[in-house]
């Protein structure tokens, strides 16, 4: 009975390390996790409707020599009422309703697999005109360069990503694309595996009038690392106002991520 007891305890504070290491992991963008996110936002308030999009982020990295080389690519998939702000400029005005794939994203970071206080990365990015109706995208291709750096405190993790893209090729009558995004994000750990975010996606379309350039959201939310039998998941709720938006934009958003691990044996 004695050497079940601590087998059993053995098991419990196994598992229970296991899932802080994979919370810690699934905090940093470019760690050596791969992971398959769901992402759902559904966003309220425009003037021409709602809108849900379901954003596939697949994470794979690779680790060669002494750089992790993280791919990361971001594929929309999305149902609007109307006119919606793309990856870099608007969509034409006047459109309706869509649904279907925007453009894909992807990004390639290289960060050193030794570091000291600060995790970095950089490299990369490229974004794809594979949307199915002008609605859901820019009809550029575009490129530029991506990177984030973060620290990890005992009590959870804080960092900055950021990507610039310029267009070089695509529709000529479609607008340039000249987009920076900025991402400052924040973790919180509590306990059994939950913690606190915010995580604000900033983007600046340098294409538009100064009154419709920004998209500033303010909120945050809650998650948490658990397993379901032996597949690990990431499950974040998210709510966010955009105190800065272009006409026409929603007023906010709420987002719920659905984030499946596999981290290495």
Do not use: H
């Amino acid at each position: 009975m004695k050497n079940q007891i601590t087998l059993a305890l053995g098991l419990i504070i196994c598992s229970t390390a296991s899932v802080a290491d994979l919370r810690s992991a699934v905090q940093n963008p470019i760690s050596s996790l791969v992971s398959l996110p769901f992402k759902f936002t559904f966003d309220y308030g425009a003037n021409n409707g709602d809108g849900t999009i379901m954003n596939i982020n697949p994470v794979v990295p690779v680790t060669v020599g002494e750089w992790n080389l993280v791919n990361r690519a971001l594929i929309p998939v999305g149902s609007v009422d109307g006119p919606i702000t793309g990856p870099g400029n608007p969509s034409p005005s006047g459109a309706g309703s869509a649904s279907g794939l925007g453009d894909i994203n992807y990004s390639l970071y290289f960060s050193p697999v030794k570091y000291d206080r600060v995790i970095w990365g950089a490299g990369p990015s490229i974004n794809m005109p594979t949307a199915n109706d002008d609605q859901l995208g820019s009809g550029k291709w575009s490129a530029g360069i991506t990177g984030v750096a973060l620290t990890v405190p005992k009590w959870g993790s804080m960092g900055i990503l950021g990507r610039q893209l310029w267009s070089f090729a695509g529709d000529s009558d479609r607008k340039d694309v000249n987009q920076t995004l900025i991402e400052p994000f924040l973790n919180y750990n509590l306990d059994n595996g939950w913690f606190l975010l915010t995580d604000i996606v900033m983007t600046a379309n340098w294409e538009a009038d100064s009154s419709n350039r920004w998209t500033i959201p303010l909120g945050g939310g809650v998650g948490r690392v658990f397993k379901v039998g032996n597949q690990a998941i990431n499950s974040r709720l998210e709510a966010y106002y955009n105190a800065e938006r272009p006409d026409g934009a929603p007023d906010y958003s709420i987002n719920f991520t659905w984030q499946f691990l596999f981290p290495k044996k």
